[in-house]
């Protein structure tokens, strides 16, 4: 199946600094989405973004689908900005359902 | 517009017996999925279902089975608790069509703890 990495596993950063987060994947996709998942859980959706760039507000991505590879940065980071950053993938020849196979995960720490 | 909502949110059983997860998806949302979330891991495919019927599985066992109802709510049961089922077990849904077909959106979560 296909293979998602995220790079780095954890970034400590000063409120205020800005940040890059990588993700890697071993096959074309269909779908890729960025979520922050809180100290509670909750998965909240940051960006569906196949392919381009997108923007919203601090945040923004990049995926550059014929390179394999999505990028999300956080600038002016807030400790609200602390948890666990995911990338998820639907992988293109998926059949039917739309799975999404998650990275491991960035866990980032805003410190004041 | 309510989101995903899953109940309860936190459950305690014990080794070997049953548990039952609800789910109801995003309002206007036709696809549910499943997925568990173990600790410091990212969340794993169960399965999901559409029109009322299982499209497609994860690597899980038969223990796990689902159901989908006619107002597009999901079940997720588990028999025979094993301690490794203890996790974070999430419920994502998606329209099967639109601008941005398949894109998931989840539910707070149900933990689950066996003893």
């Known amino acids: 199946g296909i293979q998602v990495e995220q790079s780095p596993p954890d970034l400590i950063l000063q409120e205020g600094a800005n940040s890059t987060l990588r993700c890697n994947f071993s096959d074309s996709v269909n779908n890729l989405q960025w979520f922050h998942q809180n100290p509670w859980g909750q998965l909240i959706n940051l960006f569906y973004i196949p392919s381009g760039t997108k923007q919203n507000g601090r945040l923004s991505a990049t995926t550059v689908a014929t390179e394999r590879y999505s990028l999300l940065y956080i600038s002016s980071s807030q400790t609200t900005d602390s948890g666990v950053y995911f990338c998820?993938?639907?992988?293109?020849?998926?059949?039917?359902?739309?799975?999404?196979?998650f990275g491991t995960g960035t866990r980032l720490q805003v410190t004041l | 517009d309510a989101g995903v909502t899953q109940s309860p949110t936190h459950l305690i059983k014990t080794r070997g017996q049953q548990v039952t997860l609800r789910c109801s998806p995003k309002?206007?949302?036709?696809?549910v999925s499943w997925y568990q979330q173990a600790l410091g891991q990212g969340p794993q495919f169960i399965f999901q279902?559409?029109?009322?019927?299982?499209?497609q599985r994860g690597n899980f066992p038969d223990r796990f089975s689902g159901h989908q109802f006619p107002n597009y709510s999901s079940e997720l049961n588990v028999n025979a608790l094993l301690l490794g089922d203890s996790a974070l077990y999430l419920c994502?849904?998606?329209?099967?069509?639109?601008?941005?077909?398949?894109?998931?959106?989840f539910g707070p979560g149900t933990r689950l703890t066996v003893t």
């Open positions: 994502a849904s998606s329209l099967s069509s639109g601008v941005t077909p398949y894109e998931q959106y």
């Open positions: 279902y559409y029109e009322e019927e299982e499209r």
């Open positions: 309002s206007g949302h036709d696809t």
């Open positions: 998820a993938v639907e992988a293109l020849h998926t059949g039917t359902a739309s799975k999404l196979t």
